[in-house]
Nanobody, 123 residues
Framework: QVQLVESGGGLVQAGGSLRLSCAAS????????MAWFRQAAGKEREFVAA????????YAADSVKGRFTISRDNAKNTMYLQMNSLKPEDTAVYYC????????????????WGQGTQVTVSS
């Protein structure tokens, strides 16, 4: 059993910053991939960023490159998403996901999901 718990969402003005955290507990895997997805109201869930737990390789959507940074703390089994220069279009529920055999940008390839945390960026 794997539990993923997100935290750090909230309301911020455009141009501001937030840091999301995703804490994993229960059974964890040294070789899994963890990722952030987001879903805005009325839209499909989309890939944001991912990180390989074993080697730290990272991946990011073009829409967030240069603004968002994904990182991990293996000792704490926690993944982070530092979000800078936030824009109103970043408003969404952000989900943490994890899986062992994934296609990084494909949400249905991930096995475990958190409950989501709301990020709202005001203009």
């Amino acid at each position: 059993q794997v539990q993923l718990v997100e935290s750090g969402g909230g309301l911020v003005q455009a141009g501001g910053s937030l840091r999301l955290s995703c804490a994993a507990s229960g059974r964890t895997f040294s070789s899994w991939t963890m990722a952030w997805f987001r879903q805005a109201a009325g839209k499909e869930r989309e890939f944001v960023a991912a990180i390989s737990w074993s080697d730290g390789n990272t991946y990011a959507a073009d829409s967030v490159k240069g603004r968002f940074t994904i990182s991990r703390d293996n000792a704490k089994n926690t993944m982070y998403l530092q979000m800078n220069s936030l824009k109103p279009e970043d408003t969404a529920v952000y989900y943490c996901a994890a899986g062992t055999s994934v296609i990084v940008t494909i949400d249905r390839s991930y096995d475990y999901w958190g409950q989501g945390t709301q990020v709202t960026v005001s203009s």
